[in-house]
């Protein structure tokens, strides 16, 4: 038994399928298959039902995932340990975030990062509220801050709440709904709604349309804008639209959830070593979000 076969047995059980996870691991089929013939060899068990090209875990298979995820976080942590001690650890790191906060913040966090911690380059990426957990769990980002809607029970994840964000249903200043003292669900069911969605396929009632009719968009910015030239409403966060706000762009609705608040996260890999890097850009988001 080594890492390669249980890397292999771990993707496979998570993706479901073998090209699938030849594809994440960047290899080929067989090496894959290989790997899983002989694991299943050396434990004298079948870890899959196979059915056509779709593959399940067995009763044994389920029985030793958690173990063998096990294993492949804690030879992560031994990699991050070893790099760091060596010098050179994050000498490239991957970060993903929504866009609740302003793009000018993160160009300035992004240029101080450069600055700080020269040894290191930053690949910042733009994604949906929703995916941040998936692409850390995923590995295929290092870290990821944005607001989080659903706290999973996920042993792959360390969820960091870095301050409270105030979430807004709002529509323009022009729009009924804001000459209305007190709307209605059924007003609100009827007027066209721009909301959040994302790739994850998981059952979230807090993203759910409310109204009847609406357009679904994965970035905060993309929502904005249609409430801006649609006659649409939407629920945003106020760092996002507090100039709009000012500038009488946009009102908040009058109704029972206008306001409501959502944790602002840092998403981490579990067994990951501690940044001094994250550490700092945690530490300035969490004083944005107290300043707020």
Not at 23 to 28: A, F, G, I
Not at 75 to 89: D, H, L, P, Q, W
Not at 175 to 184: N, Y
Request: net charge negative; glycine share 4%.
């Amino acid at each position: 038994m080594n890492l390669s076969q249980i890397e292999a047995f771990c993707t496979v059980a998570d993706v479901g399928s073998v090209t699938t996870a030849a594809s994440q691991l960047e290899c080929n089929r067989t090496k894959i298959s290989m790997a899983l013939k002989a694991l299943e060899k050396e434990l004298g068990v079948a870890l899959f039902n196979r059915t056509g090209n779709q593959l399940s875990l067995s009763e044994a298979g389920k029985a030793i995932y958690k173990d063998c995820e096990n294993i492949m976080l804690t030879a992560r942590r031994i990699k991050y340990t070893c790099s760091e001690v060596s010098g050179e650890f994050a000498a490239e790191m991957w970060i993903a975030r929504d866009d609740s906060l302003p793009d000018t913040l993160w160009q300035e966090l992004a240029h101080q990062l450069n600055n700080l911690f020269p040894n290191t380059s930053f690949n910042l990426v733009l994604a949906s509220s929703g995916d941040l957990a998936n692409l850390v769990a995923t590995q295929q980002v290092d870290f990821a801050f944005g607001v989080d809607y659903e706290r999973l029970d996920d042993p792959r994840m360390i969820y960091q709440p870095l301050g409270k964000i105030r979430m807004m249903s709002v529509c323009r200043s022009s729009h009924p709904l804001a000459k209305s003292k007190r709307v209605t669900e059924e007003e609100l069911r009827n007027a066209k709604q721009a909301v959040m969605v994302y790739l994850t396929e998981k059952d979230n009632p807090s993203l759910e349309p409310f109204s009847r009719r609406y357009i679904g968009f994965s970035s905060f910015e993309y929502i904005l804008n249609t409430i801006l030239t649609d006659n649409a409403w939407g629920v945003l966060p106020e760092p996002l639209i507090r100039k709009h706000l000012r500038e009488q762009n946009l009102t908040v609705i009058k109704h029972t959830y206008g306001l409501t608040q959502e944790d602002y996260c840092m998403f981490s890999p579990a067994g990951s070593t501690e940044s001094a890097a994250m550490s700092w850009l945690s530490d300035k988001l969490n004083d944005f979000l107290f300043d707020f």
